[in-house]
Structures are given as C-alpha cells and as structure tokens.
C-alpha cells in the first residue's frame, strides 16, 4: 500500500495566513519531490498562492480549497461544491458584528467564497496584529463561542 500525505497549509505548513519560512520552504522543496502529498486550506486558491510556491502547488497531486469543496489539479479546477447561503444566515452574521463589543473592526466580515462563507467579526482585511489582539480580546469574552452556540434566549 502506497503512502499518501494531507497537510493544512495554515498553522502547518506556513504560518497561519502568511508565506512558508524559508527555513521550512528549503526542507519541504526536498521532502516533496519524494512523496505523494494533497494540500487542503480553508482559503481560495489566490490566498493559497500567496502562502504557498508555486511549485509546490503543482507538485501536489492536489489542492483542496475552501475546506475542501474545491479541488485543483495544478491551475484546473476539477471539482466545486457550491454553496448558496440563506439570507436569514447573513442577516445573523450581520447581526453579530453589528453587535459585537469587539473595538476592532476593519472590514471584509462576510467574505462569499462561492463554496463557503468566511465570516470574522474584526474583517478578514485586518492585520496579523489586529487578528492577535482580537484573539486575546476573544479570550477573555468569549464572543466566538457565543456566535457559534448561543445560549439560550439570545
């Protein structure tokens, strides 16, 4: 039985929503060209481009985006999952950032990927700095745990 690799590109391979170091580049370049390996990532193909070289997109033997309902033989997409959100499921994403006590916000809240929805309070524009804070901010709140399981009466 041949082995097969999967790995997440954010938190794994690179660091979450930036490029690969050159540290890590310089061994998974080697380590590539002698397995078989999938990528999946939650981002788009063009924020995975970003993250991720080129040629070790193409040496995948493929890329599963968007959580995986999208899939990518090198540039070709060979699979798509759409998805069509409900506007009762916007409205409440609104809703939650109109009501967030959250001090930062930056924009790109509700960001449509045509498979899934990528949805952040502070914005999917703001700076790694701007994501730690709301982290820590988020710790001491609780707010994503309260949006994605509300408590009763809310």
Same mark, same amino acid.
């Given at each position: 039985?041949?082995? $097969? ?12 929503? #930036?490029?690969? /170091?050159? +540290? %890590? ?19 788009d193909?063009g924020?995975t481009?970003e993250q ?9 033997n493929? $890329? ?12 070709? #997409?060979?699979? /798509?999952? +759409? %998805? ?11 809703e939650?950032?109109?009501?967030s ?14 498979s899934l929805?990528?949805f952040?309070? $502070? ?12 982290y ?5 709140n ?13």
């Amino acid at each position: 039985m041949k082995r $097969v690799y999967i790995f997440d590109v954010d938190g794994t391979l690179t660091p979450s929503r #930036q490029r690969m /170091t050159e +540290e %890590f580049l310089e061994f998974f370049n080697g380590w590539s060209k002698r397995y078989t390996f999938y990528l999946v990532t939650g981002s788009d193909l063009g924020k995975t481009k970003e993250q991720v070289p080129d040629f070790i997109l193409e040496r995948a033997n493929s $890329v599963f985006t968007c959580c995986g309902n999208e899939m990518w033989v090198g540039d070709k #997409q060979v699979l /798509t999952k +759409e %998805f069509k959100p409900r506007q009762d499921l916007i409205d409440f994403l609104w809703e939650q950032v109109n009501n967030s006590w959250c001090p930062i916000r930056i924009g790109n809240h509700i960001e449509d990927r045509g498979s899934l929805l990528n949805f952040s309070v $502070v914005g999917r524009d703001c700076s790694q700095e701007q994501r730690d804070e709301y982290y820590e901010w988020d710790k001491l709140n609780g707010e994503r745990k309260e949006i994605a399981f509300p408590s009763k009466g809310s």
